[in-house]
């Protein structure tokens, strides 16, 4: 569990701001932080890491302390085993692709985790490139890989896919997945893509002037405002008969929905299939239908 009580004033584009985090985060969940720019999201997370120091308050993170303004405690960045993929990356300029991974790899890890990397990000072409040399989403991928190949116990993913086209964009939502699934590790995300919010967390925090306005559920979050149609891939895990229709659970990533189903609509439909499922959101939340 991470516990933050955490005060900083900032200086935004709006202004002066008082950011006032109480919280805690379960551990080993994805846990998503959302609002507009300048709440305090990108401020919260550099707190975190220790690239930012709060005016008052503690960081506690699974039981050790890392930071306490009243016993004067200030753990190093390098100390607190978080990976970072910030929007601004931090690479090497004067290193390639691999050697910024390898700079990252610990001692007790193998290169053939940097390969396997490299592999799952299609930057086997790109390894002997300086850094300075990448295109913008090249870039974000090198920074993800980074982060990724220390295994840290927490990791802060500030829109760590915002630059990428939507197939490269999918591919590696599905590898957060799987490295959260393998690793057990905390995540924590910035992400104004309701669609990946609602697909990778476990748990949302809206921010609204430097505060935690609301937090749940994806699906308790998302369900007031201007409604679009977002489009997501699931997999039917369930299909229960109730009277005369069909309870149909549907897994997205991270989450879990059940929708119900007319007798003549299921037919077609087994366990295990891979559906679109066609969803009304809101600025935040999601009514889902299945449509053939």
Not at 147 to 156: G, M, N, R, T
Not at 277 to 284: E, F, G, P, Q, R
């Given at each position: ?8 004033n900032l200086n935004t584009p ?82 390639t692709v691999r050697q910024n ?99 990778l967390s476990n748990k949302v ?88």
């Amino acid at each position: 569990m991470i516990e933050l009580r955490l005060i900083k004033n900032l200086n935004t584009p709006n202004g002066k701001m008082e950011l006032k985090i109480d919280l805690s985060i379960p551990k080993g969940e994805i846990s998503t932080f959302y609002g507009e720019s300048g709440a305090g999201k990108t401020s919260t997370f550099r707190m975190i890491g220790g690239l930012l120091s709060p005016d008052d308050g503690h960081i506690v993170a699974n039981g050790d302390t890392w930071w306490d303004k009243s016993k004067k405690i200030n753990i190093k960045p390098q100390d607190r085993k978080v990976g970072f993929a910030f929007q601004d990356h931090a690479l090497f300029p004067n290193m390639t692709v691999r050697q910024n991974l390898e700079y990252a790899l610990k001692n007790h890890q193998t290169k053939k985790e940097i390969d396997d990397l490299l592999k799952e990000m299609e930057l086997g072409e790109l390894q002997d490139k300086k850094t300075d040399m990448l295109s913008g989403g090249q870039k974000q991928r090198v920074s993800l890989a980074r982060a990724l190949v220390q295994k840290p116990s927490i990791l802060l993913l500030d829109e760590p896919l915002s630059a990428l086209d939507n197939n490269m964009r999918i591919k590696l939502q599905d590898f957060i997945l799987k490295f959260h699934k393998e690793n057990k590790c905390t995540i924590l995300l910035i992400s104004h893509d309701i669609k990946e919010i609602v697909k990778l967390s476990n748990k949302v925090y809206v921010l609204g002037n430097g505060e935690i306005i609301k937090s749940g559920a994806p699906s308790q979050i998302f369900e007031q405002g201007r409604v679009d149609i977002v489009k997501l891939e699931g997999t039917i895990k369930g299909i229960q008969e109730k009277g005369e229709s069909y309870n149909v659970s549907i897994s997205i990533g991270n989450n879990t929905i059940s929708i119900p189903m007319a007798r003549e609509d299921i037919k077609g439909y087994s366990l295990g299939d891979t559906i679109l499922v066609n969803s009304k959101i809101t600025d935040t939340t999601i009514s889902k239908k299945i449509k053939k």
